[in-house]
C-alpha cells in the first residue's frame, strides 16, 4: 500500500514540473505617443532604469517595435491590460502585443 502512494505522489510530482511558457511583450510604434509618455510606461511597467527605457523607446521608434520584456503568459498578459489602460487614460494608442518565447 504504501508502494503504491509512493508512486503515486512521485508520478504527481513529475507532472508538476513542468515550465510555464513565457512570452516576450512586444511594444508598437505609433505616430501619436510622445516619446517621454513611453520611457515612463518602460521605467514603470517594465521596471527600466531612464537609460534603458529611453534606448529602448529609441529602438521602438526607429525599427517599428521593441521587445519590452519577458514574462510568464497570466504576467505579460496583466502588463498589456496595464499598458492599453493607462495610454487610453492618457490619450494614447500606444499598443503592446504577446508573442510566445522559444
Known sequence: ???VLVK??????K?????PNFYKI????DDFTTMEFVVSVLQ????MDYYKASQTMLKIHN???AVCGIYPKD???TKVIEV???????GYPLRCILKQSN
Open 1 to 3: 500500500m504504501i508502494k
Open 63 to 65: 525599427e517599428g517595435n
Open 44 to 47: 514603470h511597467y517594465f521596471n
Open 26 to 29: 512586444i511594444m508598437l510604434n
Open 15 to 19: 507532472l508538476k514540473k513542468k515550465k
Open 75 to 77: 504576467v505579460a498578459e
Open 8 to 13: 503515486a505522489i512521485k508520478t504527481k510530482l
Open 84 to 90: 492599453a489602460k493607462i495610454a487610453r487614460v492618457k
